[in-house]
T-cell receptor, first 110, second 112 residues
Framework: RKEVEQDPGPFNVPEGATVAFNCTYS??????FFWYRQDCRKEPKLLMS?????NEDGRFTAQLNRASQYISLLIRDSKLSDSATYLC???????????WGAGTKLIIKP | DAGVIQSPRHEVTEMGQEVTLRCKPI?????LFWYRQTMMRGLELLIY????????DSGMPEDRFSAKMPNASFSTLKIQPSEPRDSAVYFC??????????FGEGSWLTVV
């Protein structure tokens, strides 16, 4: 079993819709969690960190469920520009023992 | 501010040749990472440095790969000899301890 698992998609979603996807992790001692976004043929860029109480940044909401060992990303009012691959990242220990998911591909259609 | 700078952006080389990838991290960042990304294996950490010292090189595939960081503003990843299975995008990234990792634009390597 992979340490961090994501549904590879693609998720095909109409513009304006709400979309959510999850990421599961296997190490219950994992300390910090992130969502990165990667556009086609570009480098990954931090979208948002995921905090225990959940956090929101504009149209994006991230949640952490430690009991079930998953994090989620919700995108409201999706835009064409949200089309990208979303990478889930889990930090096992205190410093950069980062485990990367394979990514979920999202395609927003007009 | 300049981000992480990588060179070359694209390289096509013949099997058996030496490949050297270069990276200039963001000024003031004390962590430097080398990642490899392929469709099959996703994003893999090869090695990372803290204050120019290699901390974890367990991801380096084999002896053909080596990485150095002679100073805080420069690092190289070398493959010798290169093989077709080394074809991938190689990302360099840097960070200040405990904070966001910033990636360079990547070096696209094709070994034929």
């Amino acid at each position: 079993r992979k340490e961090v698992e994501q549904d590879p998609g693609p998720f095909n979603v109409p513009e304006g819709a709400t979309v959510a996807f999850n990421c599961t992790y296997s190490n219950s001692a994992s300390q910090s969690f992130f969502w990165y976004r990667q556009d086609c043929r570009k480098e990954p860029k931090l979208l948002m960190s995921v905090y225990s109480s959940g956090n929101e940044d504009g149209r994006f909401t991230a949640q952490l469920n430690r009991a079930s060992q998953y994090i989620s990303l919700l995108i409201r009012d999706s835009k064409l520009s949200d089309s990208a691959t979303y990478l889930c990242v889990v930090n096992k220990h205190s410093n950069y023992q980062l485990i990367w998911g394979a990514g979920t591909k999202l395609i927003i259609k007009p | 501010d300049a981000g992480v700078i990588q060179s070359p952006r694209h390289e096509v080389t013949e099997m058996g040749q030496e490949v050297t990838l270069r990276c200039k991290p963001i000024s003031g960042h004390d962590y430097l990472f080398w990642y490899r990304q392929t469709m099959m294996r996703g994003l893999e950490l090869l090695i990372y440095f803290n204050n120019n010292v290699p901390i974890d090189d367990s991801g380096m595939p084999e002896d053909r790969f080596s990485a150095k960081m002679p100073n805080a503003s420069f690092s190289t990843l070398k493959i010798q000899p290169s093989e077709p299975r080394d074809s991938a995008v190689y990302f360099c990234a840097s960070a200040i301890s405990g904070n966001t990792i910033y990636f360079g634009e990547g070096s696209w390597l094709t070994v034929v």
